[in-house]
């Protein structure tokens, strides 16, 4: 079903191409300690995991962006980690919840995530509301984490995308994520992270 975001060929592109690199997935998978089933936990599978999201995380990033935004992404190091000084940045995620469970984050600049929803919206910038900036990384988070359910063992659900705001310098996260990823548009760089949900080990 086609939303204000997206029309259905492009999300039907979107469902046909979550399954990039499935054989290398499978693999890394059927190396894990635990078996794979809806009513099982991997206990500690971060590691165990990161063949998977090192293979899938930048590719399905790369390419959600080149088909919602016509963006052609780069992935830059994590040397080169650095997002603007005194600007608001905002941050979305996606919790996913079954055999692994953890998040998909998306944290970036105000002004970059606002040129996103202006084209997601085919309105001017300075037309995009608040309202439509949340909108839009939640819809980006949200079909990021759902390509990669895919590619997850055990069944795993998402919920429901949570977007939040402040300004850098402010407030330090002091969560580890498990890998993260830093790509730029127009020179300007945003981060996806990937942090596992420990609280049931």
Sequence with gaps: ?????????QLEALKENSLMNSTQCCRAL?????????NHRFRGTCVGLLPVFQAQVPAMTRYVWAVLLNI???LLTTQEVSLH????????????????????SIRCPEF???????????????????EDINDALG?????LAGNLKRVLPGNPRLGLPETSSQMTGVKQRTEQACTQFTFEDAGVPFIVAIYEDDTEL
């Design 139 to 143: 819809e980006l988070a949200n079909i």
């Design 30 to 38: 059927e190396r894990l300690p635990y078996g794979v089933g809806a």
């Design 85 to 104: 000084p005194k600007v608001k940045v905002f941050e979305s995620s996606v919790n996913i919840e079954g055999g692994w469970s953890g998040r998909v």
């Design 1 to 9: 079903m086609a939303n204000k975001y997206y029309q259905q060929g």
């Design 72 to 74: 052609d992404l780069g």
């Design 112 to 130: 970059l995530v606002r040129r996103w929803a202006a084209s997601m919206l085919s309105i001017a910038e300075d037309k995009v509301v608040h």
